[in-house]
Every structure is written in structure tokens, then in C-alpha cells.
């Protein structure tokens, strides 16, 4: 799949809402860094077998090991391994794809915790229904009774959280499917995914589990693509994101008694439908933000 000549930014097929999160000091973007993380993972099993069976057996999800073992890292650590080479690949190119388009639209940082947490309600979506499956200990619409123990593993469920972003973002950019090879809305595609691992949930296909996963994934996407506010907080294991930041050095004085004007917002939102959010410099950046504040105040 792909966007179809990039231009998910551009006329009609542009975001729901401009709020660019701000740019990365980083010399690549947070989706690239994803990948590559992902990428070497997988090499381990090639080049270093071993070194692969010990993030396996200590990374991969399961009821019995994140629940009954009390191992919740194990939430995060599942999205970065793979069954094999196809897995892999079919995961990183819906990164590649579409997760610049959220990058852009949350900033690296607050992009990286709402690919993160989709995962981990993969996760938790995939543990309730084996739970519960398990319980029950018969097949019933839904639930997953297999084995506790079963392992599950990939970014599928941070990826379908990444599309259900991009359809909320650019409802209607067009999206060129490589099989079969047609092109579609971006909330077409989006749905008519989330829909199709439904039904294969539903019936109880071999990948069940991976279906459920999907769909937390998507559900999460979803919510929190429309509350980005509830992601701030997600990395204050590394410090209190509550506390207010010192600033950094003296900030320009903006025109107009304190405030940026409606023409320098509208020549950056002219910007944005030229050439996409990716063009901004960081002052055009702030200016959005700082509009966008004012908005949601009243």
C-alpha cells in the first residue's frame, strides 16, 4: 500500500485539524526509529539465534505470563518481535506508509506513546478474551479459549491503531492498496480493515488471536487519536510532565500585543495545504500551536 503521490496533505484530502505537535531533534523521524528497532530484533534471529530465544521467551505476550507471572513489561516488549520475515514486513510497511502522517500531526514524542498504547490495548483486548475464553472453556463467538500460555507477538496492534489514526486525520486522502491494486479512500481502507479482522474473530480463524489484538489496537486508536491530550503523561516514569517547563532561553516577541495575527496563521495554514506539515519550521509550528490554544480556550 501507499499514499497516492504523497500528497495526504494536500486539497481535499488534507487533515481533520492542524495541530502539529512540533518538531524532533532527532536526525530521522520516530517511525524510521521504530522500524530500525524492529529490523535488528529480527536480524537476532538469523545472526544470532540464541540472543533471538531470550528477548522470545522474555518479550512475547501471553495470559499466563503478563497475569499469572505479574510480568507487565511484557505489554511493550511483544511489539518488537515477529514470527518471520512476511510479519515483519507487512508491519513496517504500514509504519512506513502511514505512521509519518500522525508523527506529523502529534510530534515524535506523543506519536511514539499513542503507537505504544494501541499496542498495549492490543494486548489487553487479546488477554481479556483468552481470560475469558478460558473460563468459558468452550467455543463461543469472540473469545479465544486456547491455552493461557499461547504466545502472542508483532506491532499489528499499534499499526491498526496508526490507521485508525490516519483515517480520523485525512478521512479522504487515497490510499493505493497493493493487493489488490486499487486505489481508496483512507477511511475506507481503515474501516474495511478493522471489519474484516472482526469477522475473522468472529468465526475463530487460525489467527484469532491476532484478530483480537488488531481490534484493541484499533479501539484504542480511535479514542485516543480524538483525546491526545491523555498521552502526555504516558513517559513520566521519566519525569513529572505536570510540573511546568523553565523555558529554555528568551522567546521572540510576537506582533500584536502578545499574540500572533490572523494573517500569520493563515499564511501557515497556506503552507500546510502548499506542501504539508512536514514543511513547517519550528516558529510556524508554535504559531499553530499557540492558535490552536486559543481556540480550545474559547
Known amino acids: 500500500m501507499g499514499l497516492h503521490d504523497r500528497a495526504y496533505m494536500q486539497g481535499e484530502n488534507g487533515p481533520r485539524g492542524l495541530r502539529p505537535g512540533g518538531g524532533s531533534s532527532l536526525p530521522f523521524s520516530m517511525s524510521t526509529l521504530l522500524i ?11 545472526v544470532a539465534p540464541g540472543v533471538w530465544s531470550i528477548l522470545f521467551q522474555y518479550g512475547h505476550f501471553s495470559t499466563a505470563e503478563a497475569i499469572y ?14 514470527a518471520n520475515l512476511m510479519h515483519l514486513a507487512f508491519n513496517m510497511m504500514g509504519i512506513w506508509f502511514l505512521g509519518r502522517l500522525v508523527e506529523d500531526q502529534l510530534g515524535p514524542k506523543k506519536y511514539l506513546a499513542f503507537y505504544l498504547v494501541c499496542g498495549i490495548f492490543g494486548g489487553v483486548m487479546y488477554l481479556v478474551l483468552n481470560f475469558l475464553g478460558s473460563v468459558v472453556g468452550i467455543n463461543f463467538p469472540l473469545l479465544l479459549p486456547n491455552d493461557p500460555a499461547t504466545p502472542l507477538i508483532g506491532a499489528s496492534a499499534g499499526v491498526y491503531g496508526v490507521v485508525m489514526a490516519c483515517a480520523y486525520i485525512a ?39 491476532g484478530q483480537a489484538a488488531h481490534l484493541g ?16 503523561d504516558f ?36 503552507k500546510v495545504q502548499a506542501t504539508g506539515l512536514g514543511s513547517l519550521s519550528d516558529r510556524e509550528r508554535e504559531i499553530l500551536r499557540d492558535a490552536t490554544e486559543r481556540q480550545r480556550r474559547g
Open 171 to 209: 478521512p479522504n486522502a487515497t490510499i493505493q492498496l497493493l493487493f489488490p491494486p486499487i486505489p481508496m479512500k483512507m477511511k475506507t481502507f481503515a474501516y474495511g480493515f478493522v471489519a474484516l479482522a472482526f469477522v475473522l474473530l468472529l468465526f475463530g480463524t487460525r489467527n484469532a488471536g
Open 69 to 82: 507471572g505479574i510480568e507487565f513489561w511484557r505489554f511493550l516488549s511483544f511489539q518488537f518481535l515477529h
Open 217 to 232: 489496537g484499533a479501539i484504542a486508536g480511535f479514542f485516543f487519536i480524538r483525546n491526545t491530550h491523555l498521552l502526555i
Open 36 to 46: 530500525a528497532i524492529n529490523v535488528i530484533i529480527e536480524l537476532f534471529k538469523y
Open 235 to 270: 513517559f513520566d516514569v521519566l519525569g513529572d510532565s505536570r510540573k511546568p517547563k523553565q523555558p529554555k532561553g528568551p522567546r521572540r516577541p510576537r506582533g500584536g500585543g502578545g499574540g500572533v495575527s490572523k494573517d500569520e496563521v493563515d499564511a501557515v495554514l497556506a
